[in-house]
């Protein structure tokens, strides 16, 4: 009884990913088994696997508080559960279901029927919630690679299309060699100071230890994390990733894994590079710079959608590198608050795209033509989501933005401040062209649309409405933000 004691006390607390796993490894057996099964097709196994999968998630996602300890340390402090973990695993599994809910119709449309797509959301979303918890960096490089496995075969899942299989090899090759250099930057540090934990790093970090080795550490580390975030100037490979891949799956890529990996960021540079924070601050403001310069540029020569909304996450990217820059506490809340409301923006305009689409429709911004006469619910909607991105007051995408040049300001980086909102200001140009083709264009060119059901067009609606208008209820978003930015000061 005592050992079954010790085995409850040590893991109770990490239940929601044991939970995953379980599911995991259940799914996997269920699908196996039923596989060659006489009445069992593949159209069935996928909707059953993609039913079971979102009944899971939100059966999750309302139990989510009550069996996750806030306060909790495990596996020789590997493992790290704390109110910030808990934040942000909570927004991830909220938007993996939306993920799973809106791909239902979309992959029928695509007459995909592999039930492996779930499974391989449900390994990306293991890997995403370890690296939530990681406060190690040999946990962290682990639970990074467990969850870009499962992103390298998502993003080749659509094998009849040869270019899927080009961006998915390229995707392949350029995080492999992005890890590579994280790992090396890992383990310049632990050459140095002989710990791969977070807390012991940052004690050792302070005594001066070679500090050349390690801010050259800091150098290949952060560069290997903006290329996962898609950052300038590692960014190139996130257009064609977001254009070649389907359109569910870029839907999963622009969301949750934004949150996990920019929280590992930042836990990595207030934790292992505390003390190098005048480098790093620096390292924020030219790349941060340089994202929201490029993309916006870049933004108005584009003629597709998919790589208008690439560029556009870029440039977001740039904003809340530009938020970190600042090293402050206000900073870091603006920076949460941004990649919320980024994140549920996204959440709400692809699944505007999903909604809207039938298949090889809408790939170019000229098939948008006249759409606001052929469904007036998702134009709006769609139009609502495109002033919020853009920065116009008063939706969330304005006081975002909003912080991020207050967060400048108060920083005495006026300068930096003028370029990011001349450039906010360049960006409104290629939103409110879209909206412009939205409502005044009438080109031939146009797709007929809806092809999806009215509850589903329903629900879009009602969750992009709440989405742009989250600001005028934000105290609850604000809060988050500040046990977000408390947790690392």
Known sequence: MESLFIYYVTFSPLFTELLILWFL????????????????????????????????????????????????????SHISVNSTSLIIKGFMIFSSLVTVLFSFSFLRLKNIKQYEFSLLILFSISGLMFT???????AVFMSLELQGLAFYLLATFYSNSEFNTEVGLKYFVLASF?????????????????????????????????????????????????????????????????????????????????????????????????????????????????????????????????????????????????????????????????????????????????????????????????????????????????????????????YSKLLVMLSLIYQSQNLIALFAAFFSCVSCYYYIRLIKILFFSGSSSGAWVSSQTR?????TVIFTTTIVFLIIFSDFALLLSTIFAMSFF
Request: aromatic letters at 18%.
């Open 25 to 76: 490894v259940t799914q996997m057996v269920y699908l196996v088994l039923f596989t060659n099964h006489f009445f069992f097709g593949n159209l069935i196994l996928g909707i059953s696997a993609n039913s079971f999968l979102s009944i899971f998630l939100g059966g999750l996602l309302l139990n989510f508080f009550s069996f996750s300890d806030p306060f909790y340390e495990s596996l020789n």
């Open 132 to 138: 939530a918890l990681s406060a190690d960096i040999l």
């Open 178 to 398: 992005s890890s590579a250099i994280l790992l090396f930057g890992f383990s310049l540090i632990y050459v140095i100071l002989g710990s791969t934990s977070f807390e012991t790093i940052q004690l050792l970090s302070n005594q001066h230890y070679n500090s050349d080795i390690i801010f050259l550490s800091l150098v290949f580390s952060f560069s290997a994390f903006l290329f996962k975030v898609g950052a300038a100037p590692f960014h190139m490979w996130l257009c064609d990733i977001y254009e070649g891949s389907l359109t569910s799956v870029t839907l999963f890529f622009a969301t949750a894994p934004k949150l996990i990996i920019f929280n590992i960021l930042i836990t990595t540079l207030f934790s292992i590079f505390l003390f190098d924070n005048f480098y790093w601050s620096i390292f924020c403001q030219i790349s941060g710079t340089l994202s929201v310069a490029l993309a916006s540029i870049a933004a108005l020569f584009q003629k597709k959608t998919k790589r208008l909304l690439a560029f556009s996450a870029i440039s977001h990217s740039g904003f809340i590198l530009l938020s970190l820059s600042c090293f402050s506490i206000f900073s870091l809340k603006t920076a949460f608050f941004y990649l919320v409301v980024y994140v549920f923006t996204n959440l709400s305009i692809f699944a505007v795209l999903l909604a809207a689409t039938r298949v090889h429709v809408l790939k170019y911004l000229v098939n948008w033509s006249d759409f606001s006469n052929r469904n007036s619910s998702l134009g709006l909607a769609f139009a609502t989501l495109l002033f919020s991105i853009s920065g116009i007051p008063p939706l969330a995408g304005f």
């Open 455 to 459: 509850l589903l067009e329903l629900g």
